[in-house]
Antibody, heavy 123, light 107 residues
């Protein structure tokens, strides 16, 4: 059974930093692209960042414009874990952040989602 | 960036009705289009990928179609458990944009 379990969310002041994690199980983590998708309170879905996997060629990261340069997505294939380091946080980054599994190594449609972790940016 | 629009933004229909939701991309996306269902308070679920391929386990009353940059999600016979918000998403290019959603409820 595929499981994605996020952690690390919380309350942070504007300008602060936070690292969220996603522990994956039930599938061969190294074979699939992974992404973070967020949903602000009462709003729609927004893809934030993703990391593909190209086997021996390494992984490639992608970002939505508003987070590029502030957020960094990484994966540790030895721990089956996806991370996102979020710096220079803004009020508009407040959202539930979902970890989502791509349907193959470089596919950004999502067949499994975690339960989400809430990040609140407020003073 | 590719823009995704959905219509209508909400609809109310009776059990058994045929429901159609339309999604339009601002440019060609080569049928790299997915549909998701998000029930109230729950996590999104993939229904359809590549515009028309039904995910295993999804009821056959759901179907998808494409014509150029216009995509359609159809529920052939609306059921009470279909109350949800439905999102389309293009996965052709960054930033893999989601549509704004269509909220479906029962009349």
């Amino acid at each position: 059974e595929v499981q994605l379990v996020e952690s690390g969310g919380g309350l942070v002041q504007p300008g602060g930093s936070l690292r969220i994690s996603c522990a994956a199980s039930g599938f061969t983590f190294t074979n699939y692209a992974m992404s973070w998708v967020r949903q602000a309170p009462g709003k729609g879905l927004q893809w934030v960042s993703g990391v593909s996997t190209s086997g021996g060629s390494g992984s490639f990261t992608k970002y939505e414009d508003s987070v590029r340069g502030r957020f960094t997505v990484t994966r540790d294939n030895s721990k089956n874990t996806l991370y996102m380091q979020m710096n220079s946080l803004r009020a508009e980054d407040t959202a539930v952040y979902y970890c989502a599994k791509g349907r193959d190594s470089d596919n950004y449609s999502f067949d499994f989602w975690g339960q989400g972790t809430l990040v609140t940016v407020s003073s | 960036d590719i823009q995704m629009t959905q219509s209508p933004s909400s609809l109310s229909a009776s059990v058994g009705d045929r429901v159609t939701i339309t999604c339009r991309a601002s440019q060609g996306i080569s049928n790299y289009l997915a549909w998701y269902q998000q029930e109230p308070g729950k996590v999104p679920k993939l229904l359809i990928s590549t515009a028309s391929v039904l995910r295993s386990g999804v009821p056959s009353r759901f179907s998808g179609s494409a014509s150029g940059t216009e995509f359609t999600l159809t529920i052939s016979s609306l059921q009470p458990e279909d109350v949800a918000t439905y999102y389309c998403q293009e996965y052709n290019s960054v930033p893999f944009t989601f549509g704004p959603g269509t909220k479906v409820d029962i009349k």
